[in-house]
């Protein structure tokens, strides 16, 4: 990809209130592969092969789309490996050693593109029928019957895995000389997740029976292309995380294979999918929620609250102000992260697929929470700016928040006292700079700014450096007291008794946030769990994360976020998700 390209893509955008990128224009490494966005087109097959050979027609269909600035383009839905996988919607027939031709065709139009191309490579086993293709038998690890299909099948022998664990990586190997970037293997309802899924590995020991047996013949596949493309050929996986059907696949066995697969160390990327599709009930039925889903309030829409509502079901989100993205908001404000607005998009984008519904200038109150007839709330309300390391004077002071909001205009001299080390104060240094106004900002720790990292630091250093911005470590902020029109500052250190008075037009505290839980301990009582979170259920992500204290009370209560205590962007959304994977 050349560096025109990303630049083209990742540009900044112009708005009315700053400046914008869109995050899915931004590069994504996978691997050794740099992809120019992060827009793919997923593996379905539009059945134009001919003779089983991806040829002109089925070329232009994906060189368009290359055309139009996807990164990557799947290719083939289930282009079989083995004669014996006879296709059933006119799929690539990836075991011929002609379709390599075919394929470095496709794969040299698209990479003019800057397009990345893999394909999807498969046994279907059952999920086929004797009568296509060579007539030959179809085979599985079961002698049971695809409703789907309505194929019987013959249970495979040793002869027969080694055949087919060979027949896999000759595709793998066919795939790599067309000049491929990876490929993805469908275990999902194909001969794999058969394989895999005790309601249909009849298998003797050592391919059935435990659960490594039934993985076993998956990782020899793995293992059997791995040592034929070697290790930098890009691989993936898409399966069943959960069969949702009694005796079959199941959530934890799910979340097990996704950790060998990670362990092995043969696999790229992992594509998840929760459902079956051995009949049209269970095919219909892929990732919508059961009937017994969860109805939700979610208070407040900033980053931990817009992830609660993407993750959970059936969501009413009660916001206090006018549109969403709290904190994430006054963060966009300065050019050095106007990227975050992209966390706001995205929310709102997933949404339209969502059962989600905004009351946004709503102020929640517990009888607003109460009725709506909730079975969980979430309360992401974050958290208001905190003052409290003046021993006197609080009232004084203001947040970088009111710069930021531009509620408070800066003076002429100013102190940024930055208690927390973090972007706030120096993105209100800046603005407070560029104004013309003198600011100097100080802070106790004995390094400036810690949680800021060295190279996100540098672009804030270079515009205040040329203001003349002072930097001032290992003094602490006192107190404050008024004096005609300014204000008299007591400036002390941790490391003696030394105070010394300086004067100041404005003064400005940036110490974190103190939570907005006013509501949260007013439902608390209501709750079924009290509030109360299992630490070592979340951790394992098994069992009952909230704990039953009340089981007739009416909903479950969590708090997320800044409204826990004052933390970052990155807490408040792995708070909402790996919370929202057990709602």
């Known amino acids: 990809m050349q560096d025109s390209e990303v630049g083209r893509l990742t540009k900044m955008v112009s708005k009315k209130d700053g400046w914008s990128r869109d995050v899915l224009l931004l590069p994504y490494q996978l691997k050794h592969l740099t992809l120019k966005n992060r827009i793919k087109t997923t593996s379905h097959e539009p059945a134009y092969p001919e003779d089983g050979m991806p040829k002109e027609r089925y070329r232009a269909y994906h060189e368009m789309r ?22 059933v919607f006119n799929n690539v027939l990836a075991y011929k050693d002609e379709v390599v031709r075919w394929m470095a ?17 498969t046994h279907l086993g059952r999920r086929t029928g004797w009568n296509k293709g060579d007539w030959l038998p179809s085979v599985s690890s079961s002698h049971y019957r695809e409703p789907a299909h309505r194929a019987f099948a013959k249970k495979m022998e040793d002869h027969d895995i080694e055949r087919i664990v060979s027949d896999y990586a000759d595709a793998a190997e066919r ?21 895999w899924s005790p309601l249909t590995n009849k298998m003797d020991a050592p391919y059935g029976g435990s659960f490594d047996n039934r993985l076993r013949f998956g990782f020899m596949v793995l293992d059997a292309i791995r040592d034929r493309v070697g290790q930098d050929f890009i691989g993936g996986v898409r399966y069943t995380t959960d069969e949702v059907e009694k005796g079959a696949i199941t959530e934890e066995d799910g979340l097990e294979i996704a950790r060998r697969l990670r362990d092995s160390g043969q696999v790229g990327f992992l594509k998840v999918i929760r459902g079956g599709i051995h009949t049209d009930p269970a095919m219909t039925d892929v990732i919508p929620a059961a009937n017994s889903r969860r109805r939700t309030v979610v208070v407040g829409a900033g980053p931990g609250g817009l992830e609660a509502a993407r993750v959970a079901h059936d969501v009413a989100v009660l916001e206090a102000a006018p549109e969403p993205g709290g904190q994430v908001r006054l963060a966009a404000q300065s050019r050095h992260r106007a990227e975050k607005d992209g966390i706001i998009d995205w929310h709102m984008a997933q949404y339209a697929a969502r059962d989600v519904r905004f009351q946004f200038n709503t102020f929640a109150e517990a009888e607003n929470v109460t009725a709506l007839s909730p079975d969980m709330v979430v309360i992401a309300t974050g958290g208001l700016p905190e003052k409290t390391i003046l021993e006197t004077g609080k009232g004084l002071a203001i947040s970088a928040w009111d710069i930021l909001s531009a509620d408070v205009p800066p003076r002429e001299i100013v ?32 390094s400036f700014v810690p949680e800021i990292m060295g190279m996100t630091l540098v672009p804030y250093m270079r515009a205040l450096q040329k203001t ?37 037009d404005q003064v400005i505290v940036n110490q974190g946030t103190l939570p907005l839980d006013d509501l949260y301990f007013q439902l ?9 979170v299992d630490h070592d259920a979340l951790v394992a992500n098994s069992g009952d994360v909230f704990p039953q204290v009340d089981p007739n009370a009416g909903f479950d209560l969590c708090r ?14 792995y708070d909402a998700q790996r919370l929202g994977l057990r709602w």
């Open 175 to 195: 795939m790599k000389a067309a000049g491929l970037d990876g490929i993805e293997l469908q275990a999902y309802g194909h001969l794999i997740d058969q394989f």
């Open 105 to 121: 065709e496709l794969t040299d139009a698209c990479h003019a593109h800057g397009c990345a191309v893999m394909i999807q490579l």
């Open 66 to 87: 290359a055309k139009a600035g996807v990164a990557m383009t799947m290719t083939a839905g289930s282009a079989t490996v083995s004669r014996d996988s006879p296709p």
């Open 415 to 446: 102190l940024i006292y930055d208690d927390a080390g973090d972007h706030p104060a120096l993105m209100a240094a800046e603005i407070i700079a560029e104004s013309g106004a003198q600011v100097e900002i100080m802070t106790r720790d004995r």
């Open 524 to 532: 608390k009582p209501l709750s079924r769990n009290r509030g109360r």
């Open 560 to 573: 997320i976020g800044d409204a826990v205590f004052s933390r970052n962007i990155h807490a408040a959304v």
């Open 468 to 504: 003349g911005a002072v930097f001032t470590v290992t003094r602490t902020l006192k107190s404050l007291v008024r004096s005609g029109n300014q204000l008299e500052a007591a400036i002390g250190t941790d490391y003696s008794d030394l105070v010394e008075k300086r004067m100041y």
